[in-house]
């Protein structure tokens, strides 16, 4: 396989731009009209997407140790979208032609390299997906409650149909009939139930068209599909360290899991859980946090706001107060929420001197697509 | 040229073809020439063998077609390769609707924004309005209280959620119309006396009694003595001026001296 040939070939395509996903997803869909119902409406971030992916698969190429987890975990991900595995012969050939069109010096070397590049790539990728035989693709969860809590937050009981385990503070991508193949992912906000619900909180994002609808348009007895469960928070529950937990809008979610899970698996810790919101109206699960804090002594809860002066709770950026009611240096830190609250927490708990590897966070940015693991495609 | 090796042959089952029909040749069976005429099966023979030819070659030129379609159709199993033109029109279409919907979602986003922030500084200015008049109603509950030494002071810092906002004006409500209601029967309590015992009466020795509350208010100071009337008025001009911030909260009617307020008498009617 002649590597450095197929970057210059890729590079050929991958400068088109827009153009090269464009003409490969037309040249995919006349050929093969069926894959058409895999994707969503609006094809533009899919494109985005495609060819970050690819991009990622080529600089790899010749470094299997690194790109063979990347398309397991591609391979699996890609079963709650439906794919199987007669679909792959379909994206190879029109891969084919895309690298072709862009490509004047293209030939059969080329050709032929490709070919058996992509069918490498494929028979990793269908290969991981059927070791998941045994789990389905998606699950189906019927809405079971809907609760408007502000004028854009609503938390949501959702009842899987079949077992869905999963680690405290872990997420789930999230698909909705009313915006078919746009998936997102949610992080329930409790750790698993014997009877498997899920709690989801979920917040409008202006013109973000999944979580609208789940706000406004998702009623009681309609069925969501939930993806495979993705921990991207890594919460360790073997540690017997006390927590400090700093939330930041619907990021209060997977901390209130690792709530539940403490307090429903132990083993017994302090945990000091801290939830900034900007206006005191959008702080949307008081009365359930004030009901949690009540039952355990061992939990301490501390909600401040950042831009409501006429507020009588703690002023300040969540990041600032909790550095002011330290020290938390014995802790270990779990932070989730926006970007900008994330980095401001972080910078000060490693000011006031908490090793940065007892620190995890999760971003919840807005339409968030997925985790941002290496190379990872969702949607 | 004896033909019987050549009709043997034939019957073996080997193909017959133009050329066979034309070498054929047939014996005689005597000299007398019982047989068929020579020329004629000859010429027979030649069209057997023209006819033959013609067949074959007719059968042979089906034969290419047959293969020529079946190939044509196993190639269109096959799949042909979208055409570029067709590509480029499915692409096109695509990104069209894919600016649509990028289009709609900006402006769903534009639209929500603007709304969220309107919303908000409603909200916000809903209470800067309503922290305001809890201030002016305490203020002015406070004066009316002031002027009575008995009465409980005002209510502690205001709240500014609405619900309690909500008990808040209620209770100073009640309170205000129970002040002005207490202010009233001390007064028309004093004139009472003022008119039996010219101004000895002390506060302290007037019972708040209710009951004698209405019946003087009709004619308030009516043959009173120049000074007590002149306190009375006094007082009575002045109540609108102490409760004027309270207005904005209490009703034109609660003002109005003549309407009932039993329930606010009843409830915060103070002790001495």
């Not at chain 1, 408007?148 to 997420?171: E, F």
């Not at chain 1, 698993?192 to 989801?200: F, K, M, N, Q």
């Not at chain 2, 534009?110 to 309503?130: D, F, G, I, S």
Request: contains cysteine; hydrophobic residues 40%; charged residues 25%.
């Amino acid at each position: 396989m002649d590597v450095p040939a197929m970057r210059a070939n890729f590079a050929k395509a991958a400068a088109a731009g827009d153009e090269a996903p464009l003409w490969f997803y037309a040249h995919l869909f006349l050929s093969h009209p069926e894959t058409r119902q895999l994707f969503p409406v609006s094809m533009a971030h899919q494109r985005d997407r495609l060819f970050a992916a690819l991009g990622e698969v080529v600089a790899r190429v010749d470094d299997l140790d690194s790109l063979v987890p990347i398309l397991r975990q591609l391979g699996q991900d890609h079963r709650k979208f439906g794919t199987v595995a007669a679909h792959y012969p379909a994206v190879g050939a029109s891969l084919l032609a895309t690298l072709e069109h862009f490509d004047d010096d293209w030939d059969d070397r080329l050709a032929a390299d490709w070919t058996a590049a992509y069918e490498l790539v494929a028979s990793v990728m269908v290969e991981a997906a059927e070791e998941m035989a045994d789990q389905p693709p998606w699950w189906d969860a019927e809405v079971v409650a809907h609760e408007r809590r502000t004028v854009d937050t609503a938390v949501l009981w959702l009842r899987p149909k079949d077992p869905l385990p999963y680690p405290p503070g872990a997420s789930v991508s999230l698909e909705t009939e009313l915006r078919p193949r746009l998936w997102r992912y949610y992080s329930p906000a409790n750790a698993e139930r014997p009877d498997g619900e899920l709690e989801i909180h979920a917040r409008a994002r202006p013109g973000g068209p999944v979580s609208t609808a789940l706000v406004r348009q998702v009623v009681v007895g309609d069925v969501l599909r939930l993806g495979p469960p993705v921990d991207h928070l890594r919460f360790d529950p073997d540690s017997d360290r006390d927590l400090l937990l700093v939330a930041g809008g619907t990021g209060l979610a997977p901390l209130k899991a690792i709530v539940d899970h403490v307090a429903r698996n132990g083993p017994a810790r302090r945990v000091d859980l801290f939830v900034g919101a900007r206006l005191e109206d959008s702080l949307y699960d008081r009365e359930d946090l004030a009901r949690l804090e009540q039952q355990h002594p061992w939990l301490t809860v501390t909600v401040a706001v950042s831009e409501d002066e006429h507020s009588s709770l703690t002023h300040g950026d969540v990041g600032e107060v909790v550095a002011r009611s330290g020290p938390w240096t014995s802790r270990e830190a779990y932070v989730a929420g926006p970007t900008a609250m994330v980095d401001d927490t972080v910078e000060r708990l490693l000011r006031h001197g908490l090793p940065r590897d007892r620190i995890r966070t999760e971003v919840f940015a807005p339409s968030r697509p997925g985790p941002d693991v290496d190379g990872k495609v969702t949607t | 040229m004896s033909t019987s090796t050549e009709a043997a042959a034939w019957s073996g089952g080997r193909r017959l073809t133009p050329a066979d029909v034309r070498a054929v040749r047939f014996g005689r069976s005597s000299v007398f020439h019982p047989g068929y005429d020579d020329t004629e099966v000859d010429r027979f023979l030649d069209r057997v063998g023209e006819e033959l030819a013609r067949l074959h070659a007719e059968k042979a030129e089906l034969r290419d077609r047959v293969h020529d379609l079946q190939a044509r159709v196993e190639g269109a199993t096959r799949r042909e390769a979208p055409s570029a033109q067709a590509v480029g029109i499915l692409a096109a279409a695509q990104q069209t609707a894919d600016q649509y919907v990028a289009e709609a979602e900006a402006l769903s986003r534009v639209m929500t924004t603007e709304a969220r922030e309107h919303y908000e500084e409603q909200v916000r200015q809903a209470r800067e309005k309503v922290g305001a008049m809890i201030q002016a109603a305490q203020e002015a509950a406070a004066r009316i209280a002031g002027q009575d030494a008995g009465a409980p002071a005002a209510g502690a810092g205001a709240d500014p959620r609405a619900a309690e906002l909500q008990e808040q004006v209620v209770y100073l409500q009640a309170f205000s119309q129970a002040c002005r209601t207490q202010l009233r029967s001390y007064l028309e309590a004093l004139l009472d006396d003022v008119e039996r015992e010219w101004g000895a009466a002390h506060p302290d020795a007037v019972p708040a009694a209710p009951a004698r509350s209405r019946t003087p208010r009709t004619q308030p100071a009516s043959g009173s003595s120049a000074a007590g009337s002149s306190a009375v008025t006094a007082a009575r001009r002045e109540e609108p001026a102490t409760v004027e911030a309270a207005a904005v909260l209490l009703s034109e009617d609660s003002l109005r001296p003549d309407v009932p307020n039993g329930p606010a008498e009843g409830a915060a009617r103070p002790t001495r």
